[in-house]
C-alpha cells in the first residue's frame, strides 16, 4: 500500500521525471520582477495618471473655498487666499431637498430592481420552460433601446397615467421609479441569470425539492442566501444610474419635485453663475456615489468575479 502525501512540490522540481517551470522569482515578492528602471518608469506614469486624475477634483475644492469676486481663469489653479463657506452653505440651501429625493429614488430602485432582477434572474436559469431563450432575448432587447428613442412616447404615457383619476401621486420621484425599474430590469435580470448558472448548483435545488420545498420556498430559504454578491453588483449599478440620471428627470420632473441632478443644473445656469456654489454643489452631488464605491468597490468587483467561472 502507498501512503499518498500532501507535500508541496516546489517550483522548478521534477515530478515524474519532468522539471516544474518556475513563474516566480526567488526572493522576490509578486510584482517586484524586472529591472529597477522598468519599475521606476511603470511607478511614474502610475503617479502621472493619478495626478491627471485628482486635478479636476483639486479645482472643484480650491473653488469651493473661494470668494465669487476671488475666482478668475488667471486664479483658477491658486489656493484661495482666505478660506470661505458661503459657496458650500449657498449649494446645501439650494441642493438639500433634492439631495434627500435623490437619495429615496436612488435607494428604492437599487432594491426593487435587484428583487425583481433576482427572481427573473432564478427563473430564466433554473426553470425551463418552452420558449424561455426567446423571452430572455427580448428582455435583453431592452438594454439597446436608446432613452432618447423613447423619451416623447414615454412622456406622453406617464403623463396620460398621471392625469387617471386616483393616480395624482404619480408624479416626480414615484414616476422616476418606475422608469429606472422598467429601464433597469434587463441588466439585472442578465447579471443574476449569470450568476445563478454559474454559481448555484442544480443539485442544492433538487434535494430541496426532495425535502419537500416548493419553488417559493426554495427561492427564499436557498437561493436568496447566497445571492448577496449578485446583489451587490445590481444594487451598487442601479444605484448610481439613478443618482447620475438626468435625461429622465429633465423630461419627467420640475424643479419643486426633481432630482439633484435637475436642481444642479438650475444652480449652474444663469447669466452670472456663482462659481463657489456650483463647484461645492458638484462636490455635494457627487459625494454619495463616491462614499458607494469606496465603501462598497471591492465586493463589487468580487460580485463582478463571482460566478464567472463554474
Same mark, same amino acid.
Given at each position: 500500500?502507498?501512503a %499518498? %502525501?500532501n507535500?508541496v512540490v516546489p517550483?522548478g522540481? *521534477?515530478?515524474?521525471g519532468?522539471?516544474i517551470p518556475?513563474?516566480?522569482t526567488?526572493?522576490?515578492?509578486p +510584482?517586484?520582477? +524586472?529591472t529597477?528602471v522598468?519599475?521606476t518608469?511603470?511607478y511614474?506614469?502610475?503617479?502621472l495618471?493619478?495626478?491627471l486624475?485628482?486635478?479636476?477634483l483639486?479645482?472643484?475644492?480650491v ?11 488667471s486664479q ?7 478660506l ?13 431637498p433634492?439631495l434627500f429625493?435623490?437619495l ?5 430602485v437599487a432594491?426593487?430592481? *435587484?428583487?425583481?432582477?433576482s427572481?427573473n +434572474?432564478?427563473?430564466f436559469?433554473?426553470?425551463r420552460?418552452p &420558449? *424561455?431563450?426567446t423571452?430572455?432575448?427580448?428582455f435583453?432587447?431592452?438594454m439597446f433601446?436608446?432613452?432618447q428613442?423613447?423619451m416623447?412616447?414615454?412622456? +406622453?404615457?406617464?403623463?396620460d397615467?398621471?392625469? %387617471?383619476? &386616483?393616480f395624482s ?7 422616476l421609479?418606475?422608469?429606472?425599474l ?13 450568476y445563478?448558472?454559474?454559481?448555484l448548483?442544480?443539485?442544492?435545488l433538487?434535494? *430541496?425539492k426532495v425535502? &419537500?420545498a ?10 436568496l ?17 439613478a ?5 429622465f428627470?429633465?423630461f419627467?420632473?420640475n424643479r419643486n419635485?426633481?432630482?439633484v ?19 461645492? &454643489?458638484?462636490l455635494l452631488?457627487s ?23 463554474k
Amino acid at each position: 500500500m502507498t501512503a %499518498t %502525501t500532501n507535500e508541496v512540490v516546489p517550483a522548478g522540481a *521534477a515530478v515524474g521525471g519532468e522539471p516544474i517551470p518556475s513563474r516566480v522569482t526567488p526572493g522576490k515578492a509578486p +510584482g517586484t520582477e +524586472g529591472t529597477a528602471v522598468g519599475r521606476t518608469v511603470r511607478y511614474a506614469l502610475l503617479v502621472l495618471f493619478l495626478v491627471l486624475i485628482l486635478l479636476p477634483l483639486y479645482v472643484l475644492i480650491v473653488t469651493s473655498l473661494k470668494r465669487s469676486a476671488d475666482v478668475t481663469a488667471s486664479q483658477a489653479w491658486s489656493l484661495p487666499t482666505s478660506l470661505s463657506f458661503n459657496g458650500w452653505k449657498s449649494a446645501w440651501d439650494s441642493l438639500s431637498p433634492p439631495l434627500f429625493r435623490s437619495l429615496v429614488l436612488a435607494t428604492s430602485v437599487a432594491v426593487l430592481s *435587484a428583487m425583481l432582477g433576482s427572481v427573473n +434572474g432564478f427563473v430564466f436559469s433554473k426553470w425551463r420552460f418552452p &420558449g *424561455a431563450t426567446t423571452v430572455f432575448t427580448l428582455f435583453l432587447f431592452g438594454m439597446f433601446i436608446p432613452y432618447q428613442a423613447v423619451m416623447i412616447p414615454l412622456q +406622453g404615457m406617464l403623463l396620460d397615467v398621471q392625469g %387617471t383619476p &386616483g393616480f395624482s401621486w404619480f408624479d416626480g420621484i414615484v414616476k422616476l421609479i418606475a422608469v429606472h425599474l422598467i429601464f433597469g430590469i434587463p441588466i439585472c435580470s442578465l447579471i443574476f441569470r449569470n450568476y445563478y448558472a454559474t454559481a448555484l448548483p442544480t443539485e442544492i435545488l433538487e434535494a *430541496a425539492k426532495v425535502d &419537500g420545498a416548493g419553488l417559493l420556498r426554495t427561492f427564499r430559504s436557498v437561493v436568496l442566501p447566497i445571492s448577496m454578491p449578485a446583489f451587490v453588483v445590481t444594487m451598487i449599478w442601479q444605484f448610481t444610474s439613478a443618482w447620475n440620471d438626468f435625461l429622465f428627470a429633465l423630461f419627467l420632473t420640475n424643479r419643486n419635485n426633481g432630482p439633484v441632478t435637475y436642481a444642479l443644473n438650475e444652480l449652474a445656469g444663469g447669466q452670472n453663475p456663482d462659481y463657489p456654489s456650483i463647484m461645492a &454643489g458638484v462636490l455635494l452631488a457627487s459625494l454619495p456615489t463616491l462614499l458607494v464605491y469606496i465603501v462598497l468597490g471591492r465586493y463589487f468587483i468580487g460580485g463582478l468575479m463571482s460566478g464567472s467561472v463554474k
